[in-house]
């Protein structure tokens, strides 16, 4: 019978399987706790009614009252603690089919777990899948944990990694320039002699087409800081002293790499680093047959706990505009795909756009020092006014990698 049981389990669609089981789980939990003398209506009067451990008494009833079953799951006790709620709810003269009902409901849950998962861990992360409440505090605490196993896999961290550009008209007309900055705050290396690229550009069409007609120029073009081949352009003013030592490289697919050349571990080695550039050109601001979005991209490699991503635009480009967040994982793809073959690669964006108003000065942050200061600086070496440019920003806690954060927006039409 026990075999016929388990066959037909296996046998059943997770999310239905999952759903009951959890269901039931807190049905029994809750019948439990309103036999129990009293009204409980919070954790810690649990706690105090049964006199357990104030965590315990925590999860037991985020079980019952959380608002979405497959978030709840991950709440549901271990053994050890199913058994003292249980034997604490029998000393205070809960009834004994109560507790045994929840005994069973609980050998349900972990039934569940061995037909569909293995182990809690995996089926804690099947739940968070189908989540339709709280699922992004589930995904934070997975992504903030591969920050961790990442930097250890890779070698290096950073505080926070910045994307931030600047659209402004060209003097061709219907073209942009696009000022950029990017780069690190707080970077450090967890494993001695790592050499890492911490800047990767190149532009396309939404094809995937590679466009090289168009100039790049150094913002601060008294930068002489070389390795061997040309010099990174960084924006001295805003790196740590000394400056840390790069090599600008070819890289594939077009790209053009500044990679950090092998240095030494810790905090007393932990560094910023922001480069700095303009391309002159680059690409057309209206709609035409081979670009319908406008698309600016951060491509995350670095492992960080903080994704800063700024587009700066001015008013006389495109006007109002309403961009959205888009996230693609990398591992299958990458930022050469096409678009039209990278819809199988996006992954779940909570993060939105926000809009923050007009010039540097609603820029600030902890996440970057002396930012508005850096932004200003932009401008004036471009000779741009700052006031005139609208902000829009995207901020991501623990980015994944490898992935490519996407701010678009539709591009307007040709005027007739």
């Known amino acids: 019978m026990a075999s016929d049981t388990n066959q037909k389990a296996e046998a059943r669609p997770f999310e239905a399987h999952a759903e009951e089981v959890v269901r039931r789980v807190r049905n029994a939990f ?55 709620f249980l034997e604490a709810a029998a000393e205070r003269g809960v009834p004994s089919g109560l507790t045994e009902a929840a005994a069973r409901a609980v050998g349900a849950f972990e039934e569940l777990i061995q037909v569909h998962a293995g182990d809690r861990a995996s089926l804690e992360m099947m739940m968070s899948g189908y989540a339709r409440r709280g699922r992004k505090r589930g995904d934070l605490t997975h ?29 061709w007309p219907g073209q942009l320039d696009i000022g950029s900055v990017r780069g690190f705050v707080g970077f450090r290396r967890i494993r001695a002699n790592v050499a890492w690229v911490v800047a990767r550009a190149r532009c396309t069409d939404d094809d995937g087409t590679l466009r090289t007609s168009f100039v790049r120029e150094p913002l601060d073009p008294a930068c002489e800081v070389r390795v061997d081949g040309p010099a990174v352009p960084l924006l001295r003013e805003f790196c740590t002293k000394p400056l840390p030592r790069f090599r600008r490289v070819a890289g594939p697919h077009g790209f053009v790499e500044d990679e950090l050349v092998e240095g030494p571990v810790g905090n007393t080695a932990a560094f910023n680093c922001i480069i700095g550039e303009v391309a002159r050109r680059v690409a057309s601001y209206y709609r035409d047959e081979r670009n319908r979005y406008g698309d600016l991209t951060a491509r995350m490699r670095t492992p960080s706990e903080v994704l800063l991503f700024d587009q700066f635009v001015h008013e006389d480009v495109f006007g109002p505009i309403t961009p959205e967040v888009l996230v693609y994982g990398d591992l299958r793809g990458g930022p050469e795909t096409p678009r039209d073959q990278r819809a199988r690669d996006q992954l779940p964006a909570w993060e939105t756009v926000e809009y923050l108003g007009k010039g540097p000065g609603v820029i600030h942050t902890p996440d970057v020092p002396r930012y508005a200061e850096m932004a200003r600086y932009v401008f004036d070496r471009l000779g741009w006014d700052g006031e005139r440019f609208d902000v829009y920003r995207i901020r991501v806690q623990y980015p994944i990698i490898p992935s490519t954060v996407v701010m678009r927006h539709e591009l307007p039409e040709r005027p007739a």
């Open 30 to 84: 809750a019948e439990v706790i309103e036999a129990l003398p009293g009204h409980v209506t919070r954790p810690s009067e649990l706690e105090r009614a049964l006199e357990i451990d104030k965590k315990l008494g925590w999860r037991v009833f985020r079980v019952v009252h959380g608002s979405d079953p497959f978030m709840a799951a991950q709440h549901v006790p271990g053994a050890a603690g199913v058994r003292i």
């Open 143 to 171: 992504r903030k944990a591969a920050f961790r196993a990442n930097s250890y896999v890779w070698g290096v961290q950073a505080k926070t990694q910045l994307k931030a550009d600047f659209l402004h008209r060209s003097d």
